[in-house]
């Protein structure tokens, strides 16, 4: 069993930058593929990024290419999200998702755990 941990949410401007880290206990970590989902109010859960277990392969949902970094670090158990150039449309709860495996997984169905989410507002 994984649990998960998310932080780093908040209340940021447009055009701001927030770093959310998600932290697993448990064991085998590093067979875990990861994703950064989030969901917006009164939407459903979208991908937001992707990250295998080596940290070698990425993906990233159109909407936040190049604004929005994922990595892992491994050795700390933590995955990160780095999000810059935030807009209001950035406005969702974000959860980390992990589930065995050595690609790397855009749909929400693929995961196995979740953490409990972590609100990033952006006010317009």
């Known amino acids: 069993q994984v649990q998960l941990v998310e932080s780093g949410g908040g209340l940021v401007q447009t055009g701001g930058s927030l770093r959310l880290s998600c932290v697993a206990s448990g064991r085998t970590w590093g067979s875990y593929a990861m994703g950064w989902f989030r969901q917006p109010p009164g939407k459903e859960h979208d991908v937001v990024a992707a990250i295998s277990w080596s940290g070698g392969s990425t993906y990233y949902a159109d909407s936040v290419k190049g604004r929005f970094t994922i990595s892992r670090d491994n050795a700390k158990n933590t995955v990160y999200l780095q999000m810059n150039s935030l807009k209001l449309e950035d406005t969702a709860v974000y959860y980390c998702?992990?589930?065995?495996?050595?690609?790397?997984?855009?749909?929400?169905?693929?995961?196995?755990?979740w953490g409990q989410g972590t609100q990033v507002t952006v006010p317009s």
């Open positions: 998702a992990a589930t065995k495996g050595s690609g790397v997984y855009s749909k929400a169905i693929s995961y196995e755990h």
